[in-house]
């Protein structure tokens, strides 16, 4: 049976940023082996998985953040849908090695066969993912993330890969220790850009259609070779 987990937003992220450094203080391995194991027993647990979100990006590109609404739909092992709703409709799907990003209002689409790297590109967006996939790329640890919620613990994955380092610094995940699942995921760039996702009314392994993944375009729809789903991260061929 499909379960609901209701968050309530986290407010003040720009003071939590500001106070993260010196807030986080790094956790004995044998406490991180034991939330590994908490953590792991829910990921696996996961064959399906839907939830809102909220993406706040911050890049020195950028005079202010952009802050981004919808929702996300995967089915382990290799199928993922964003479906943005705010600022601008745009939908970004994962699955059968291909990749499909679609802008309706711009009439525009890029597609990427991702044969090559399709699991590396799942394993980058970490969820329903157990530690011992993420370690294949990631070296892992734990912090206590203390200037937010005290139910959260805070795993920190640094890319093992030298070229992809050069790209992207690390991925965080704050997971709640009541649930073992991530309420939120930043993705930190080389130069200090970040990504932050945070995650609401996340639903488990409820019934999703395998047409979710299946992106029908316009025949007025201008496609071209992209990759914007990881925009600002690095290509994913590096990986």
Same mark, same amino acid.
């Given at each position: 049976m499909p379960r609901t987990v209701s968050r309530r937003p986290f407010g003040a992220c720009a003071v939590i940023f500001a106070a993260l450094a010196a807030t986080q203080a790094v956790w004995p391995a044998s406490e991180?082996?034991? @939330?590994?194991? *908490? /953590?792991?027993?829910?990921?696996?647990?996961?064959? =399906?998985? =839907?939830?809102? /979100? $909220?993406?706040? =990006?911050?890049s020195t590109l950028l005079k202010h953040e952009i802050v981004a609404h919808g929702k996300i739909f995967l089915t382990k092992p290799s199928s993922v849908r964003w479906e943005y709703? +705010?600022?601008?409709?745009?939908? /970004? @799907?994962? +699955?059968?090695?291909?990749?499909t990003g679609y802008f309706p209002l711009r009439k525009q689409a890029e597609r990427r066969d991702v044969r090559r790297w399709g699991e590396q %590109?799942?394993?980058? %967006?970490?969820?329903?993912? +157990?530690?011992?996939?993420?370690?294949?790329f990631y070296d892992i640890s734990l912090q206590n993330d203390t200037g937010s919620d005290a139910n959260t613990v805070v795993l920190v994955l640094d890319p093992k890969k030298k070229r992809v380092r050069k790209r992207m610094e690390s991925v965080q995940f704050w997971v709640d220790q009541r649930t073992? %699942?991530? @309420?939120?995921?930043?993705? $930190?760039? +080389?130069?200090?850009? =970040?990504?932050?996702?945070?995650f609401e009314?996340?639903?488990? *392994?409820?019934?999703?259609?395998?047409?979710l993944y299946v992106v029908e375009l316009p025949p007025d729809v201008e496609v071209s070779r992209g990759f914007s789903a990881l925009s600002g991260v690095g290509d994913p061929s590096d990986r």
């Open positions: 991180l082996q034991q @939330v590994l194991a *908490n /953590f792991d027993r829910v990921q696996r647990s996961i064959g =399906t998985l =839907t939830a809102d /979100f $909220t993406e706040t =990006t911050r709703s +705010a600022p601008e409709e745009m939908r /970004f @799907v994962i +699955a059968d090695d291909q990749y %590109l799942f394993r980058f %967006l970490g969820l329903g993912q +157990a530690s011992d996939e993420l370690a294949k073992w %699942l991530p @309420v939120r995921v930043q993705y $930190t760039g +080389a130069q200090g850009d =970040t990504r932050l996702v945070e009314e996340m639903t488990i *392994n409820p019934t999703l259609a395998a047409s």
